[in-house]
């Protein structure tokens, strides 16, 4: 993937998201991003919106493997919430 697709996409996985927000992140993405959030945000780490606010401060640096999943678990969401 080129660096301008994976700036983009992450900018659009990180992007405000009421609907999606309110229900966390999926199993999936919680395991593919747990390193990741260990990492940067081991001080919030079991608080759910500051949590989610450093990941989205650190998306630059998050692993390959975190940004797939998410991106993944994403396009799930918006299909279901479309009703396709």
């Known amino acids: ?3 301008l697709r994976v700036v983009i996409t992450t900018m659009l996985l990180f992007a405000n998201a009421p609907a999606f927000a309110a229900s966390g992140p999926s ?3 919680r395991q593919a991003c747990m390193d990741d959030a260990r990492r940067f945000c ?6 759910p919106e500051k949590r989610r606010d450093c990941m989205r401060a650190h ?5 390959e493997r975190c940004r797939t999943a998410a991106i993944e678990d994403r396009m799930q969401r ?3 919430a479309g009703g396709n």
């Open 59 to 63: 998306r630059m640096q998050l692993s």
């Open 78 to 80: 918006m299909q279901k």
């Open 27 to 29: 199993p999936a993405v």
């Open 42 to 47: 081991s001080s919030v780490l079991f608080q």
């Open 1 to 3: 993937m080129g660096k």
